[in-house]
């Protein structure tokens, strides 16, 4: 391989690599560099060598080759001097919130795992529809306010139960500070566990087979922890989808969790999110009552 093979386009170079190879690709990629670098000065030459021989500049071989020397010098000089494509500036202003990626695991794990099984009283609610034991419920004084209330409290007890060891789980072996407002804590857990156990029982009033209900209890309690904020941080979704799952219980209990223990905010600061979850709750739980039936 000579310049001239390299001015004309004809230079090749073999290179053989094992497959899978990881230091055989490394040295591939610092051959293409090294080729497009040449490439690039060679390829500014031969620009400017056609440009001076639409003016006629040249009068003989000699003098062709001669400009495109000294093309092929001022190109090289120019890209070794050339700045650096990328400026990187970092700033000194420190945030004002310390993000822990762990703190958002535990909280977004915690409300996915918890949602789920209380969406699952719609299957609870088929099984028993499917079985015939609603039906006796029709021989006693039970309003369907009370029996779905009895219900609802009864699962969100166990949704407490196991959002508990969540947060020990967190503290103990995760070392996050899940217990400085524990009244706080408490009313926020509270509020989202009403929150999905009305959207439970609601769903429960139009699935009319179990297996229906598992199904979409999972699918909808997946879809909702994923654009709620639960498995990525909500800043990174377009502004408009931030605004869209407002909608939703998960993006509320998501963000009381996270005033909690990543922006060490108090019972005060996560009122406003509890109170939209209680909204939620009141407002499924009466649907659900105004369509359920017995049979």
Do not use: H
């Amino acid at each position: 391989m000579d310049l001239q093979a390299i001015q004309d386009g004809t230079a090749q170079i073999d290179f053989r690599q094992q497959p899978n190879n990881l230091n055989a690709t490394v040295a591939e990629r610092a051959v293409q560099t090294a080729i497009r670098s040449v490439s690039s000065a060679i390829n500014a030459a031969n620009q400017a060598v056609k440009t001076a021989e639409e003016n006629g500049t040249f009068e003989s071989e000699t003098d062709r080759q001669a400009y495109f020397d000294e093309a092929l010098k001022l190109a090289q000089t120019m890209q070794a001097d050339s700045p650096e494509r990328v400026t990187v500036i970092e700033g000194s202003t420190p945030d004002r919130i310390e993000y822990d990626p762990r703190a958002s695991t535990s909280a977004g794990q915690l409300i996915t795992w918890v949602f789920i099984p209380l969406f699952g009283i719609s299957a609870l609610f088929a099984y028993e529809r499917q079985q015939g034991t609603l039906r006796r419920i029709l021989t006693t004084p039970t309003s369907k306010a009370t029996y779905l209330l009895g219900t609802i409290a009864g699962q969100v007890v166990m949704a407490l139960v196991q959002m508990s060891l969540l947060i020990f789980f967190g503290i103990f072996a995760m070392k996050l500070n899940w217990g400085r407002e524990p009244l706080a804590l408490f009313v926020i857990l509270t509020a989202a566990a009403l929150a999905a156990g009305a959207i439970g029982t609601t769903m429960g009033t139009f699935i009319k087979t179990e297996g229906q209900a598992s199904g979409l209890s999972i699918m909808m309690g997946m879809v909702m922890a994923l654009m709620g904020g639960c498995w990525y941080p909500m800043e990174l979704f377009p502004a408009v989808v931030q605004n869209i799952v407002k909608i939703l219980p998960t993006t509320w209990a998501m963000q009381g969790l996270l005033d909690l223990i990543l922006r060490g905010g108090g019972l005060m600061d996560i009122l406003p999110e509890a109170g939209v979850l209680i909204g939620f709750a009141v407002i499924f739980f009466s649907v659900g009552v105004w369509r359920f039936r017995y049979e």
